[in-house]
């Protein structure tokens, strides 16, 4: 069995690789790590939750470290040499908590500027010399309009979430932004999903990049149990008031598809006496952003949410995820239950189903 311990990464990663108890990498850390290091751009498509980010945390900072320890530190301000790109500020503070633990020991700075902060906030986030940036695309965007970052150093860039990020129509941001690093840049993007669009993305600006596609890919991952809940006549709160008595292991998040139908189940679970945090667009960010935290602390076990939630947040104790109206698409459906089940854990999701999702339904059969 291939272990972390057999990457040629630096020692002081695999001194935290070893005090993190980390041991056996995930199939798509087993094959992008190795590709990264060895200097070729990869697209990843793989399932959510199956170890993405470490994917490439673990290979810019080898790199990084080692042209540092090679005689060629950062030293011009505001000149990174590796960005991510992530489509949202909650998916960004994420990725900065990912990389944290392994830039105490090689002393490397990532910095984040990312959407829901002000240019000032950002310029002072980005002042100095640091060797990686965490971005949002139009945050980004601003601040190279402006000219107050420079990408013509960037070695390697990476987008987290594609297909999300071109969801938001950030398309051209990131056009940009590719050809604003240095010609020959390594580039590294990791999906769930390849939607035309982010095909058309991968065409553009990775062309002649190595696909890797991890085991069950774009299929729900083994440790995850499905139960189908009829619902007749659209009675959904009685059904949903039944399920809520059965036991969960750790916090539920129930999904809706509309802004509408969030704030309307929350308002009837609170009429139920039941506690609950709503998680959309459209409302106060930084009120998003506390109750994301409630959730994530524990403090409430209901967080109710638009498919907003269902991109790339990583919130380990979600043991059940409940379809309170089952998505349109079936790559909403693969991203909404990787809310759970995550990294070998064993999670529930419950579809509360009527007629009109027998078409779905039979291609989750396949699945």
Do not use: W
Not at 52 to 80: F, S, W
Not at 270 to 286: E, F, I, Q, T
Request: aromatic share 4%.
């Amino acid at each position: 069995m291939t272990t972390f311990s057999s990457f040629p990464l630096l020692a002081s990663l695999q001194a935290t690789l070893v005090e993190m108890g980390l041991n056996t990498p995930s199939d798509i850390q087993l094959q992008a790590i190795p590709a990264l290091l060895a200097g070729r751009s990869v697209v990843g498509v793989a399932a959510t939750g199956s170890g993405k980010t470490l994917a490439y945390v673990l290979p810019i900072l080898h790199l990084l470290k080692t042209l540092e320890n090679d005689g060629q530190p950062v030293t011009a301000q505001r000149q990174p040499r590796a960005v991510v790109m992530v489509p949202t500020r909650e998916l960004g503070e994420q990725v900065a908590r990912i990389f944290k633990p392994f830039t105490h020991t090689t002393r490397l700075r990532v910095r984040s500027v990312l959407g829901g902060t002000t240019l000032d906030v950002a310029k002072k986030n980005i002042s100095g010399a640091f060797e990686v940036l965490v971005a949002t695309p139009g945050r980004l965007v601003k601040l190279l309009d402006r000219g107050l970052v420079k990408l013509d150093g960037v070695n390697l860039l990476v987008f987290d979430e594609a297909d999300q990020m071109v969801d938001q129509g950030f398309l051209p941001d990131s056009q940009q932004i590719a050809a604003a690093c240095a010609p020959g840049r390594q580039l590294a993007m990791f999906s769930a999903t390849v939607p035309p669009v982010v095909a058309q993305l991968i065409a553009e600006i990775c062309s002649g990049a190595e696909v890797l596609r991890s085991k069950g890919s774009h299929r729900v991952v083994p440790t995850l149990t499905t139960k189908n809940q009829p619902v007749t006549d659209g009675k959904r709160l009685p059904v949903l008031e039944s399920v809520l008595k059965q036991a969960a292991t750790g916090g539920t998040m129930i999904f809706t598809n509309t802004r509408e139908q969030c704030d309307q189940l929350a308002e009837d679970l609170k009429a139920a006496k039941r506690s609950c945090l709503v998680y959309r667009g459209s409302m106060d960010k930084l009120e998003r952003r506390a109750n994301l935290k409630a959730f994530r602390d524990g403090q409430v076990d209901l967080l109710i949410s638009t498919d907003l939630a269902s991109r790339g947040l990583d919130v380990e104790h979600v043991g059940r995820v409940i379809n309170y109206f089952m998505p349109y698409q079936m790559d909403n459906y693969l991203h909404r239950v990787g809310r759970t089940a995550r990294a070998g854990r064993e999670g529930l999701v419950i579809n509360f189903v009527t007629e009109k999702d027998r078409p779905l339904l039979e291609m989750l059969a396949d699945h």
